[in-house]
């Protein structure tokens, strides 16, 4: 049983060593995404707080019409801190994303619309998630992204087997036989970091492979026999009052905050507020709630509140926190990004691992060779 699970756990590391390697790496890396953009686009990330609150969303959206008169308005990140406004647009006519930064307490636009990988960290994340083969016109449209499920898959299955395989390890976790030879020491510490790193490499890979998923059954299955629609004008009515809907979410759902506004993309759609409220769930994400309202009339619709949904609900909803590592800060986004790399140590020390071994298999051969050509020599 033990051999079979370790030749598993060899081939399948071996089948998705670069994929893995380029998960981890981007991964660690956009666990900090926030931060980096804020270095590398100060002028727009970021903006002063003002000691007024926000201007109602209504001046808001008039400023961009205004501004980009070709595009849509499809969705709108909302903050009340020192991050600006990310505004989403849809090009007319063309289904294509854009967006672009809005100082939300003085109207100021802070950089021109581009497309939503244009930015490092945004092209980061899709390389993390796709590959970048989604765009690839000669394959199938969401092949960067069923690939990304299965080396989720893979990863899940390193773990899982790996534990199995090393369950007897954590009885000597933090014993590393130093003075042994290289390969001795290097097989301890692979031993040792995937063993401590396997919790959150497993939580990693289900949360990962989870939205990979998600992803890929929202646009081919649910979509499979219709096209996509494409925007050229607004859905909703232009007498909307969004501040009014704003403000009344508050009432709907209390300790409501809307973190993002959803326009009607589709005939059959309305507005959605999707937010946070006050809960005792450290993992609630800030999009586990929504409010609906009607795109014709403004009127309330329906609510969704993750405090009185099944527990189900309310673990798919923790996956966003539990894949980035916010929930607790600065602590646990370090702790993320750390254990994150560990599938790069782990790839090189186990590739090492099994070419030794490879070629050790390959000398005895060649000395039993040896040995039945000439018997005399023994």
């Known amino acids: 049983m033990r051999k079979t699970l370790f030749k598993v756990h060899s081939w399948f590391a ?7 390697i380029v998960i981890s790496i981007t991964g660690s890396i956009l666990v900090f995404k926030s931060e980096i953009d804020g270095l590398l686009m100060p002028d727009s990330h970021f903006v002063v707080p003002s000691s007024s609150e926000r201007k109602p969303i209504d001046s808001l959206i008039t400023i961009t019409e205004n501004a980009f008169p070709r595009f849509v308005i499809g969705s709108w990140e909302i903050f009340s801190d020192d991050t600006a406004d990310r505004v989403y ?10 967006k672009f930064h809005l100082n939300q307490y003085t109207g100021d636009i802070l950089s021109q619309p581009v497309g939503t990988s244009h930015y490092f960290t945004d092209w980061f994340l899709e390389l993390h998630y796709t590959f970048l083969l989604n765009d690839i016109k000669a394959l199938p449209g969401q092949t960067g992204t069923v690939l990304g499920f299965f ?3 893979f990863l899940l299955v390193l773990g899982i087997t790996g534990l199995i395989i090393y369950r007897k390890f954590w009885q000597r976790l933090f014993s590393v036989r130093w003075r042994a030879t290289l390969q001795i020491v290097l097989s301890d510490i692979h031993k040792m970091t995937g063993v401590l790193g396997s919790p959150i490499i497993l939580i990693l890979a289900i949360t990962g492979g989870y939205f990979n998923w998600a992803v890929w059954y929202h646009e081919v299955i649910e979509h499979a026999e219709e096209e996509h629609f494409v925007l050229t004008k607004n859905l909703h009515s232009d007498a909307i009052n969004f501040q009014a809907i704003l403000d009344d979410s508050k009432k709907q ?6 973190t993002f506004l959803v326009m009607p993309l589709e005939p059959d759609e309305n507005i959605t507020l999707f937010g946070e409220v006050d809960s005792n769930n450290p993992l609630a994400s800030e999009y586990a709630n929504t409010v609906t309202y009607n795109k014709l009339t403004g009127k309330h619709m329906a609510n969704w509140d993750i405090r009185e949904v099944a527990v189900g609900w309310k673990v798919i909803d923790s996956f966003r926190k539990l894949h980035f590592g916010y929930f607790a800060g600065l602590i646990s986004k370090i702790l993320w990004c750390v254990i994150g ?3 790069v140590w782990l790839a090189g020390t186990g590739f090492y691992l099994w070419f030794s071994r490879r070629k050790r298999k390959k000398q ?9 050509q000439h018997p005399l020599n023994t």
Not at 14 to 20: D, E, G, H, V, W
Not at 364 to 372: A, G, H, L
């Open 14 to 20: 071996l089948c998705a060593l670069i994929p893995l």
């Open 253 to 258: 759902m209390p300790t409501f905050n809307t």
């Open 89 to 98: 647009l849809v090009e007319r006519g063309t289904g294509i994303w854009h």
């Open 341 to 343: 790399l560990s599938p």
């Open 151 to 153: 080396f989720a898959l």
């Open 364 to 372: 005895s051969q060649k000395n039993r060779q040896q040995k039945q």
